[in-house]
């Protein structure tokens, strides 16, 4: 997993129908990893199953669901079955949450480090050994029976989308990597990676979730996105990451332009420190600059792979 593209379909229609047909176009292109979101409506790891079953060989991971609301027996359960369906092919991505994930549920926001660290480790010992026997302050995890899926090989990676220093050393120690959004280049570089590298024992990874569309329209398009990702905007965690790569505006951080302009974009992440880059909100503009933007990273990935550098990215 290299370059990947986040999927989000219309309200219109059989949403996980569209959603597969998505999935399979962008397998054609040569891209090599498709992502969703969790919203409060389909269920991410569920989705993620139906894709990877349907469409051979293209990894399949959520980015990312809440802890807040959920228990580690039952997210464990997802993930593995997730894993067993699509035989290895699942990435298991959480969030610490926030009030509007609480509110949902009936449940306060409160503690969150605390809550993710005990999230964490009660999953982490699920995955690795079959079973829990967790008492933390606002976790209990003991399953009488065995909580294995058979055919989940291998283990289920888990990431978190870990922006802040204390939700980042949380999982550097417990997990496997982190998937920022709207951290542009000089965050990364400066805030994230150092910072969850410091607790990691092996070099985690870094999935930088980008907004990017190719597009001849840049006004428009830029306009779009200023209304789009005006949500963001209001949440602390993506306010403060946006500050800190010395922007105002969430949009400021998207990639629009060209297939120069946004493999060169695409660039400076790599050159900060993310291992993997996925490419998100791509429908901003339609389906004609989304298939385009689509086919760039086609290009981009089938160039890293003729390519005797994997680490210089190509110009297309």
Do not use: C
């Not at 293209?58 to 067993?84: D, E, K, N, W, Y």
């Not at 369906?85 to 009936?106: E, I, K």
């Not at 480090?113 to 009660?122: C, G, M, N, P, V």
């Amino acid at each position: 997993m290299t370059l990947g593209i986040a999927l989000a379909a219309s309200n219109s229609g059989n949403y996980v129908d569209q959603i597969v047909a998505q999935a399979r176009s962008v397998a054609e292109l040569g891209i090599e990893s498709v992502w969703f979101g969790q919203r409060m409506d389909y269920d991410s790891p569920a989705l993620a199953a139906i894709v990877g079953r349907e469409v051979p060989g293209v990894q399949v991971g959520t980015s990312a669901i809440p802890v807040v609301g959920r228990h580690p027996l039952l997210v464990s359960s997802q993930a593995q079955t997730a894993q067993a369906a699509t035989h290895g092919r699942y990435h298991l991505g959480l969030a610490v949450g926030s009030t509007l994930a609480a509110d949902a549920f009936g449940t306060a926001f409160d503690r969150p480090i605390t809550r993710l660290r005990e999230f964490l480790t009660a999953l982490r010992e699920l995955l690795d050994t079959g079973t829990a026997s967790f008492h933390g302050e606002l976790l209990t995890v003991t399953p009488s029976l065995p909580t294995t899926v058979p055919g989940a090989e291998p283990r289920v990676p888990v990431l978190v989308a870990a922006m802040g220093p204390q939700a980042l050393r949380v999982t550097g120690e417990l997990a496997d990597g982190t998937l920022p959004y709207l951290a542009g280049p000089k965050t990364l570089s400066e805030h994230i990676v150092p910072v969850i590298t410091q607790t990691s024992e092996t070099a985690p990874r870094i999935v930088a979730f980008v907004p990017a569309v190719v597009t001849s329209d840049v006004e428009g398009t830029r306009a779009t996105a200023a209304q789009h990702l005006a949500f963001y905007e209001q949440v602390p965690s993506y306010r403060r990451v946006i500050e800190l790569e010395g922007a105002s505006r969430a949009a400021e951080l998207a990639l629009i332009g060209d297939e120069e302009t946004i493999a060169a974009g695409i660039q400076r992440y790599y050159d900060a420190g993310a291992t993997e880059v996925v490419l998100t909100t791509t429908e901003l503009a339609g389906p004609d600059d989304q298939h385009r933007t689509w086919a760039l990273a086609g290009a981009l990935t089938a160039d890293w792979a003729g390519s005797s550098t994997a680490a210089a990215l190509p110009t297309v």
